[in-house]
């Protein structure tokens, strides 16, 4: 608590010390309909901006456009940029005072707990949090919570590996026929990513590293961008595992979970600033976000009563090899993840190339 009070007196006047010191934390809870919300919305001038983190431009163009389809007359303001450079701006308007941005969904998962704890952030429970699985929430405040499982499966294209059958090992890939088809994206560019190494080996040891460097992979920026090469028919590499394609990627695309390693998962998560310039039309998109309507679309629910749809799947919290509290832990300890990346930079070098947000891709 003193941390959290010694960075907002640094910070200055925008915060508000009733809820630093502990006061007021009670959330608001919602009870209207999505339609009452709506119509609030409309009136605040039908426009909600959200930074949400990603590695593609377009990435949540599938959100704009269902979010837009669904409530006609508010426009999804959305910019997807790495959430590791989104954080330090939000800062930046926090210090200012200067906030206009209404909606924050990000991957530094160490960021939330810090922003309820300065204030930043709305107290404020949408319908449906209730059926999120507590450990992707803040119970009191309500101020933050997972909308969306991300994780990192094994992808490869089949056309290219008519032959590979399932990949299901980490040590799979190891084989002499996956040879410079290999593209991954940097550890040391990602957190999530250092977080996927992190884990394989701590189960298969660095010896594991040491042979996956001799299949020579293809290192890239971005998440997105080894699934986008590996479908192309024409690109030289055909796996990864450092992409999200989601449950039912394109049809040359396969997907498999490893059994010797746990793969990453973890909760995007959400909040809603406190001085956001469009809080009704932010309370929509959020209570939106944890609807069933949307929670079937997403490939795992936070929700515990919904299970993935037309997928053998369990909801996330039964599925094998993963634990998707894991990585909020992981990114709460900066000193682990620095030496970590230190590890992966002298072995790879500096991740190269420009981020695939500048690149002309
Ligand atoms: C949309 O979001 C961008 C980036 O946050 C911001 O600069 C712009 O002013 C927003 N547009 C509107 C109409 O609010
Ligand atoms: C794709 O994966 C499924 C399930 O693991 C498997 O049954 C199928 O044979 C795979 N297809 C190819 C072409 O490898
Ligand atoms: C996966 O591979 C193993 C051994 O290679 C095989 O026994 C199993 O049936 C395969 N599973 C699927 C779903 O294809």
């Known amino acids: 608590m003193f941390k959290g009070l010694a960075a907002a007196l640094l910070l200055g006047q925008s915060f508000a010390y009733d809820t630093i010191l502990g006061f007021n934390s009670t959330p608001i809870i919602e ?25 593609e431009r377009t990435q949540q163009d599938t959100l704009k456009a269902a979010f837009e389809k669904r409530f006609p007359g508010i426009t999804l303001n959305i910019t997807v940029d790495l959430s590791k450079y989104l954080d ?34 709305l107290n404020y429970a949408p319908v449906g949090l209730e059926s999120v699985f507590p450990a992707f929430k803040d119970p009191l405040s ?58 394989i080996m701590e189960v298969l040891g660095t010896k594991w590293f040491d042979n996956l460097l001799e299949q020579n992979p293809r290192w890239v920026r971005g998440t997105a961008t080894p699934l986008n090469v590996l479908s192309e028919a024409n690109s030289p590499q055909s796996v990864t595992f450092t992409s999200f394609g989601g449950l039912s990627p394109g049809q040359n695309i396969n997907i498999s979970f490893p059994n010797d390693a746990d793969f990453v998962s973890w909760p995007q998560t959400a909040a809603i600033l406190k001085h956001a310039p469009h809080p009704e039309s932010a309370k ?13 679309k997403v490939s ?37 993840v620095e ?23």
Do not use: C
Request: charged share 20%.
């Open 31 to 55: 009870t209207r309909s999505l339609d009452e919300i709506y119509h609030a919305a409309l009136l605040e001038g039908g426009t909600v901006t959200v930074w949400h983190g990603g590695d």
């Open 88 to 121: 330090g701006e939000i800062d930046q308007q926090l210090f200012n005072g200067n906030i206009h941005v209404d909606s924050i969904i990000l991957q530094t998962l160490q960021d939330f707990p810090r922003w309820q704890q300065e204030g930043a952030l």
């Open 142 to 199: 309500a101020s933050w919570y997972g909308y969306s499982i991300f994780f990192w499966s094994i992808s490869w294209n089949v056309e290219k590996l008519p032959h590979a059958g399932n990949i299901s090992s980490y040590k799979d890939l190891l084989k002499p026929e996956f040879k410079d088809q290999l593209i991954l994206t940097y550890p040391n560019d990602d957190d999530a990513v250092l977080f996927a190494f992190y884990q």
């Open 284 to 296: 929509l998109l959020h209570n939106y976000l944890l609807s069933p309507e949307y929670q079937s």
């Open 300 to 336: 795992w629910s936070v929700r515990h009563d919904i299970r993935p749809s037309g997928t053998m799947y369990p909801d996330i919290m039964h599925m094998p090899h993963t634990n998707p509290t894991a990585f909020a832990r992981f990114m709460e300890d900066r000193v682990t």
């Open 339 to 361: 030496r970590l990346r230190f590890f992966f930079e002298k072995r790879l070098g500096t991740a190269q190339g420009l981020s695939p947000l500048i690149d002309e891709f």
